[in-house]
């Protein structure tokens, strides 16, 4: 560090307990962040300038102070070493980067204690993202769904929603919708047979959800492929996941039955993708998966009307 750089005793100190009390009350990926800024302010090197020194961009690197990016070990490692970190603080963020790569995982029912729904949450992830890639084994995607599916989908949750939170909830997912039409956004879609046949009401839902996914799969912002039940398997169906990708970060969430699961660690987003590539290359897509949707909506329109 340079001399001019170093900071008095009791600033030092100061600064350090500061970051401290932000670090027992944050999650790892922000008490990183936050160690992080801390050690470039500790140096006196502006965002710009150390930027540069890590080669990425000062987007990037705000996003990592902010704790929404979770940096590779190796980039943090750079970072400390353009800052002039001691070993103890080289030491520390090791052990901040492996927690902040662990996968978050949020309970419904904590996150629901002050909220009527979390729609708002994937919302937030969707705007971020340019692209979104999105897996389901078992139910049509939320971005795609008709209004009663959705509201049917919603009335099978447990526990219930309370019928006030299940309508607002419900707005919401339909306001989500809309990104689809933005044209500097792409989303694909991976949609298992299983879920494409998933049935939460009447046939008449289902016909016209079907219509629907046949419908949104013409936007140019949008590809569909679609999983047979009978294809050759060349990786085995895990639950659903949704990757939202920019130019500078990956995000990859899941649901499990307990909760929410978020994975931000550049390995473990790139085991989603790897997944993902195995996923697709057993699906169906442009006039072949549009033949497979327009079959399965005439049988069960046969089966609707027999």
Not at 36 to 64: F, H, M, N, P, Y
Not at 65 to 71: I, L
Request: negative net charge; proline residues 7%; glycine residues 6%.
């Amino acid at each position: 560090m340079d001399p001019q750089n170093q900071p008095t005793r009791g600033a030092t100190e100061g600064a350090a307990t500061a970051a401290n009390s932000v670090v027992r009350r944050s999650h790892p990926r922000q008490q990183l962040g936050a160690e992080l800024r801390r050690l470039r302010d500790l140096a006196g090197i502006s965002g710009r300038e150390l930027a540069k020194r890590v080669g990425i961009s000062q987007s990037t690197l705000s996003r990592i102070e902010a704790g929404t990016v979770v940096p590779p070990l190796p980039q943090v490692l750079g970072w400390a070493e353009a800052v002039g970190a001691e070993e103890d603080s080289r030491q520390s963020l090791r052990s901040l980067t492996e927690a902040a790569h662990t996968p978050e995982v949020e309970e419904w029912a904590g996150a629901l204690a002050n909220r009527p729904h979390l729609q708002d949450d994937v919302q937030a992830f969707e705007r971020d993202a340019q692209v979104v890639r999105n897996f389901q084994p078992a139910l049509v995607p939320g971005l795609l769904q008709t209004a009663d599916y959705a509201r049917r989908v919603f009335d099978t949750f447990d526990p219930p929603y309370a019928p006030e939170a299940a309508a607002a909830a419900l707005a919401a997912r339909l306001d989500r919708q809309q990104v689809l039409y933005d044209p500097a956004k792409r989303f694909a879609f991976l949609i298992t047979e299983a879920a494409l046949r998933f049935r939460p009401g009447p046939h008449r839902v289902l016909l016209a959800q079907l219509d629907r996914i046949i419908s949104i799969e013409t936007l140019d912002t949008v590809t569909i492929g679609v999983i047979p039940q009978d294809i050759e398997a060349i990786t085995t169906i895990p639950h659903g996941f949704v990757i939202y990708e920019n130019e500078d970060h990956a995000v990859a969430s899941a649901e499990p039955i307990p909760g929410s699961m978020v994975t931000r660690g550049p390995e473990l987003v790139d085991a989603h993708r790897r997944r993902w590539d195995a996923l697709a290359r057993m699906a169906l897509f442009d006039n072949d998966a549009r033949e497979f949707l327009a079959a399965i909506r005439d049988e069960i329109h046969r089966i609707a009307t027999q």
